[in-house]
């Protein structure tokens, strides 16, 4: 269970870091499962050079190109990815931010095995994941779980805290929706920028409407980050988009 203060935190600044949930014997667990999916190229997965980030391969049949940016469908793939998206020390969390009793799911949104590997990982820029999302509201919150240590040179995710709760005109954001460095509106709100370093087994939750983003890997390891986003009782998919392909998932209450 959440403390008032954590709960506070997290409306404040649109995230929150849970140290230490996962113990070394799972982190092992889905670290293997992870290599053997990677290595034997199990689909469903996305490529680097399919997002055309900055320094992302610029082609499939370039160098690197067929690199996999993420393993898709993560709770599907293994038993043990869904007992993490199910684990109560994350679940009943989301549900004390949420305010809801009742916990979905998404499954048409992350539900996958971040990969950030050497030497053709990208860049990726300031940006809301609820972007491109299609909801009843923005009150959705991401458990992004740390399979080893996290840190700037790997590719630690930045937040802009606070920035959940931000009012952002269209001109301050580009054709894609990332967030201009160079906008009047935005220098400022740049330079309050946190970098988040995770040890591996911790949790970060944070607001799906939280802008963040992330630098390369210019380590030689591999870093990897299970994630998920769940919504409350009051928050739905759209019919017919992308974010209602798939059914939900309700999140078994403990």
Not at 79 to 100: C, D, K, P, V, Y
Not at 245 to 253: I, N
Request: proline content about 4%; glycine content about 6%; aromatic content about 8%.
């Amino acid at each position: 269970m959440l403390s008032h203060a954590q709960i506070q935190q997290f409306k404040i600044d649109g995230y929150l870091v849970l140290r230490g949930l996962i113990n070394e014997r799972e982190l092992v667990a889905l670290r293997s499962i992870t290599k053997a999916h990677l290595n034997k190229r199990i689909a469903p997965f996305e490529l680097e050079a399919e997002v055309h980030y900055p320094g992302a391969p610029a082609s499939t049949t370039a160098e690197g190109g067929s690199t996999i940016r993420r393993l898709k469908q993560a709770y599907h793939r293994d038993n043990t990815f869904r007992a993490i998206a199910e684990r109560s020390e994350i679940t009943a969390g989301i549900r004390q931010i949420l305010g809801s009793k009742s916990l979905f799911l998404n499954p048409n949104h992350h539900n996958c095995v971040m990969t950030k590997l050497p030497q053709h990982s990208s860049e990726t820029l300031w940006h809301r994941d609820t972007r491109y999302w299609h909801f009843s509201d923005k009150y959705l919150v991401n458990a992004w779980c740390a399979l080893g240590d996290e840190r700037q040179p790997n590719g630690a995710m930045k937040i802009l805290p606070g920035s959940h709760r931000w009012d952002v005109r269209e001109s301050a954001l580009d054709e894609a929706q990332f967030l201009r460095v160079d906008h009047a509106d935005n220098i400022g709100r740049l330079k309050t920028q946190r970098l988040v370093e995770l040890d591996a087994g911790d949790v970060l939750l944070f607001s799906a409407h939280c802008f963040h983003a992330a630098g390369r890997n210019t380590t030689d390891k591999a870093k990897y980050s299970l994630v998920f986003t769940y919504h409350g009782e009051s928050t739905r998919p759209l019919p017919d988009t992308t974010s209602d392909q798939r059914p939900e998932l309700v999140v078994p209450h403990e």
